[in-house]
């Protein structure tokens, strides 16, 4: 229990994927992927619970290893690669209250976040209670303006890609933001009504770029280790 509420981290991995197998569990500086998210919560203290929803039998044993609870694995349903996290997320606070388990509110960490630590889940669960919001969700700082940004026609046409109004200089555009994937807080009770994060009493914790790598590919896996060597 923290501040006389009761916090779940969901720590959402599933086995297998397209872009690099088995990613969650792929070694980052001699150690798997989703330990580092693991670690990070155990290390805020402000959990009741830290559950990992898996469909695997060897990412159980390894997330156990590391100090995470897997009371029951994920069902195939909502394992496959069009799976929502919606989903994830109900089935695991219902099969928990199945096992008399409830809590306040639950915090997703998505394991693709290795570079998000215990502070960072901390200060973004400090935020939604002392604003006494209903969500929280992190964002950084996008890479390139939006306004240097657009689609490509078929036939790869530049015509009007930036409009007028957009060919600005780079100092006088405005900031923009986008969601990082680290971390997600809900009260509980609000998102099993609305299932949705966004909403008049929603906020961003804003994290610093270095921080937000969200781990896709090869490429971000190698920059996510030399900030960890760095």
Request: proline share 3%.
């Amino acid at each position: 229990m923290y501040k006389k509420q009761k916090f779940l981290a969901i720590i959402p991995a599933r086995s297998g994927s397209k872009g690099i197998n088995n990613k969650n569990i792929k070694l980052l500086n001699n150690k798997p992927l989703m330990a580092y998210t693991i670690e990070a919560a155990k290390e805020s203290e402000v959990f009741d619970d830290i559950i990992v929803s898996t469909d695997s039998e060897e990412y159980k044993i390894i997330a156990e290893k590391y100090g995470a609870k897997v009371p029951f694995l994920r069902d195939i349903s909502l394992s496959g690669d069009f799976s929502k996290t919606e989903d994830v997320i109900i089935d695991t606070i219902i099969n928990l209250e199945k096992i008399g388990k409830k809590y306040d509110y639950f915090v997703l960490l998505q394991p693709t976040s290795p570079l998000r630590n215990f502070k960072h889940i901390k200060e973004a669960i400090d935020l939604i209670l002392d604003e006494k919001l209903n969500s929280v969700i992190s964002v950084c700082e996008v890479d390139h303006p939006l306004q240097i940004c657009n689609t490509l026609k078929e036939n790869k046409s530049m015509y009007n890609f930036i409009s007028k109004e957009n060919n600005i200089l780079r100092q006088e555009m405005k900031k923009n933001y986008r969601i990082n994937g680290a971390i997600y807080i809900m009260n509980i009770d609000e998102y099993l009504k609305s299932k949705n994060f966004y909403n008049e009493k929603s906020k961003a914790y804003l994290m610093e770029k270095k921080f937000s790598i969200d781990i896709d590919d090869e490429i971000d896996f190698l920059l996510a280790e030399a900030i960890i060597l760095n």
